[in-house]
């Protein structure tokens, strides 16, 4: 399974970026879709999951009531609205797949897939 992320850029502080990501491959049953951040010196955080039903919608308390996560299943392609953008938003993120878990998890032991990552930068 591959993972393309796409619509990184940079922004002004409360601007906002719509992140995009695709899986292909063998894809097969449900899974749930993520996305994951990693500013500079940093290790890898959570920042978002959705569970293939959509129910399930984790966020990190740092992003909650300002980034929404989506998806599209007959596309298989998962999409991070950022609005209200801060300079601590600043990061590679990062779409990963997890296949074996139905609810959305938060932990980054349970992904199996990793996108390639897209740049986020956003000025003062």
């Known amino acids: 399974v591959q993972l393309q992320a796409s619509g990184g850029g940079l922004v002004q502080a409360g601007g906002s970026l719509r992140l995009s990501c695709a899986a292909s491959?063998?894809?097969?049953?449900?899974?749930?879709l993520a996305w994951f951040r990693q500013g500079a010196g940093k290790g890898r955080e959570f920042v978002a999951a959705i569970s293939w039903s959509g129910v399930s919608r984790p966020y990190a308390d740092s992003v909650k009531g300002r980034f929404t996560i989506s998806r599209n299943n007959a596309k298989n392609t998962v999409f991070l609205q950022m609005n209200s953008l801060e300079p601590d938003d600043t990061a590679v993120y990062y779409c990963a797949a997890d296949f074996d878990t139905v609810e959305a998890t938060i932990s980054i032991r349970n992904y199996d897939a990793w996108g390639q990552g897209t740049q986020v930068t956003v000025s003062s």
């Open positions: 491959g063998r894809i097969s049953g449900v899974y749930t």
